[in-house]
């Protein structure tokens, strides 16, 4: 019996409107629904008549007009990146030229991360943010500043954004109510988004979650206790299967995501493949080569 995560729905959102989500917080919708981004990316604007903007989203044409739109006759300070996937990147090049605020973000797209198409979201190789920012740095406006916390897991560069007036926190990826998050090798990293995952759930201050992709989180520790559980059992059930004797990932990945859809287990088989390389730096698994989706894994050391 796996871990219960209190996963969330949302109803078909109106693309390209700025809807309310909460005092001070509108978001526009980007048509680009997919089996990773659920409805879409969600781009946030904080504040009124001078704002921020978190994570500008695609290079979608329609999707850029419609956060001009909203946030026409309004001053924007600042753009907010939480990474360099290119659904949610790419369109601060055209907000930044329309508008002329900086982009902020922890760097450029990671090398360990390629861009082979192998992975569920290409890199947005062209990003390079204006103003970089570090785990601890706060950029402030007229009446908002954010606490930039580094959260790394799903890649490397991966920077979550405390709004401080709301107590709450824009989770990019890291954090998503409506699914976990894929953590792809070799950028991608278990060891480091289990620390991630305890970085907010040591937060006990954080009222709302505020991700790219899905609704906002209202109980995010709840939330994030249950993720990371969740992880913990994963690595229980990479055990479990190779008790009986060696195993590759196909074969783990055969029984652990039986429930899955086929067409998940590709990237699951990643998230596996992230959990064994943890699992073999410390001594649990052992690989008769180096670890890949390949290998043959087994219990400990022959």
């Known amino acids: 019996m796996g871990v219960h995560i209190p996963f969330l729905t949302e109803p078909e959102v109106d693309y390209g409107a700025a809807v309310e989500m909460a005092p001070g917080l509108r978001r526009v919708v980007a048509r680009n629904p997919g089996k990773f ?35 026409e006759g309004e001053r924007v300070e600042a753009l907010l990146v939480t990474h360099t996937h290119r659904d949610h990147s790419p369109a601060s090049r055209a ?36 103003e970089p920012v570090v785990h601890g740095d706060v950029v402030e406006g007229p009446g908002w500043s954010f606490e930039c916390l580094y959260t790394p897991g799903h890649i490397s560069n991966h920077i979550a954004y405390r709004w401080q007036e709301a107590s709450g926190v824009f989770t990019g990826d890291h954090v998503m109510g409506w699914s976990t998050t894929v953590i792809p090798p070799p950028d991608g990293n278990m060891t480091d988004y289990l620390a991630s995952l305890r970085l907010l759930a040591d937060a006990p201050d954080d009222r709302a979650y505020w991700p790219t992709h899905g609704p906002p989180v209202t109980e995010p520790h709840a939330l994030v206790e249950a993720l990371y559980a969740h992880r913990l ?52 698994v052992g690989t008769d080569g180096p670890t890949g989706t390949d290998a043959l894994y087994y219990r400990g050391t022959p």
């Open 37 to 71: 981004t659920y409805r879409g990316t969600g781009t946030y604007i904080v504040g009124r008549e001078r704002v921020a903007i978190v994570d500008p989203g695609p290079d979608d044409a329609a999707h850029i007009a419609a956060v001009l739109a909203a946030v």
């Open 95 to 130: 907000v930044a030229d329309a508008t002329g605020a900086p982009a902020y973000g922890f760097g450029p797209h990671p090398a360990a991360d390629g861009d082979d198409g192998k992975n569920e979201e290409r890199g947005d190789l062209a990003f390079v943010p204006d």
């Open 233 to 284: 059992d994963r690595e229980r059930q990479i055990m479990d299967c190779l008790a009986p004797g060696p195993a590759t990932i196909a074969q783990m990945v055969e029984v652990m995501y039986a429930e899955v859809a086929p067409e998940l287990h590709e990237p699951a088989a990643r998230s596996v493949l992230a959990h064994l390389i943890a699992m073999t730096a410390d001594g649990r």
